[in-house]
């Protein structure tokens, strides 16, 4: 007995004509909230069509040295100050303080965005299999359910839904660790004894490079890119159930994903569970070509296709009544 799975990215829903990109997103915050794109570049430099593209493993690649050094330098504690042991701390406060508002104030607008997005249309609607299927979607939106009719019942949202009130599941895929080992700054050698003047001075440099105050901007500044991590193992662990009970699927469509790294573990969990499956992957104009192959090799996958959504188009849709003579 055939069994279904549907795995549904973004381009699902781009390919029906809505405005889901992360450049329309962009886009959307210059018209409705330009004091927060002005906040985002002003953290993260410049960040343009390709920045844009990649949103969300983009909010890990915050430069945090350079990031808390600028904070550090305008908050220098005042030795001479009665006051200096309370001033050690304004850099670390004020990196938390920035960047806790930057995530906030982005995460309200992501959600309000998501809210007003245009309806889909009718006439790109695919043809899926709805009964007995199962759907794994990344998309907020409900286009599964309100425009092919498909019951809730039969739909994982794992990153949320317009209906939940929970917050939606957003962000990159940079752990603590390694964003610790990217602020390491390999000191240079000491100088030889033999030169005093030039170890004094190189003395006085390391004590510039690692003082207190910057050291608490940079730990402030990794913790608050850490915590935009998106939640990947702890969804799996909360979805275990449904990813089990994919043991029986024979077919997985997977529509609209890109294959990009911050939400490969679901679809290699799915991979490593579906073994016998037969897949079919959509693929933009071979935007994602690499991405795919190198998907199909890592799982030894033999029998699958890759397609574009246009060619799903209903047949219905594709039906051109004329008017009788």
Request: aromatic share 10%; proline share 3%; glycine share 4%.
């Amino acid at each position: 007995m055939e069994r279904h799975l549907y795995i549904i990215g973004n381009g699902f829903d781009l390919h029906h004509g809505i405005n889901s990109s992360y450049r329309n997103f962009r886009d959307w915050l210059y018209e409705n909230e330009p004091t927060v794109i002005q906040d985002i570049e002003e953290a993260y430099g410049c960040c343009d069509d390709e920045w844009w593209s990649d949103f969300e493993n983009q909010l890990g690649s915050l430069d945090i040295l350079e990031y808390a050094s600028a904070v550090a330098s305008e908050n220098v504690p005042d030795l001479m100050s009665d006051h200096c042991d309370r001033m050690w701390n304004d850099a670390q406060i004020e990196v938390e303080q920035s960047l806790d508002g930057l995530y906030s104030d982005l995460r309200s607008c992501f959600r309000n965005w998501i809210l007003q997005l245009n309806s889909p249309r009718e006439d790109k609607k695919i043809e899926l299999i709805r009964e007995g299927s199962r759907f794994l979607t990344f998309n907020y939106s409900k286009t599964l359910e309100n425009m092919y009719g498909v019951p809730s019942a039969q739909i994982l949202h794992i990153h949320g839904c317009i209906d939940d009130n929970e917050e939606f599941v957003l962000g990159h895929c940079v752990g603590e660790d390694e964003l610790r080992k990217m602020i390491i700054v390999n000191d240079p050698e000491p100088p030889s004894d033999d030169d005093p003047e030039a170890y004094e001075q190189w003395r006085m440099e390391m004590e510039d490079n690692h003082q207190l105050h910057q050291q608490l901007a940079e730990d402030a500044a990794v913790s608050g890119v850490a915590s935009q991590q998106k939640t990947v193992k702890k969804l799996l662990h909360r979805y275990k159930d449904f990813f089990d009970s994919l043991y029986d699927v024979t077919h997985i469509h997977v529509y609209g994903m890109s294959f990009s790294e911050v939400d490969a573990p679901y679809l290699n969990m799915v991979a490593q569970i579906a073994r016998d499956a037969e897949w079919e992957i959509s693929d933009y104009q071979g935007y994602c070509e690499m991405e795919i192959t190198s998907f199909i090799d890592l799982h030894k996958i033999t029998n699958y296709k890759v397609i574009e959504l246009n060619t799903l188009i209903s047949r219905l849709q594709l039906e051109i009544d004329f008017p009788a003579n």
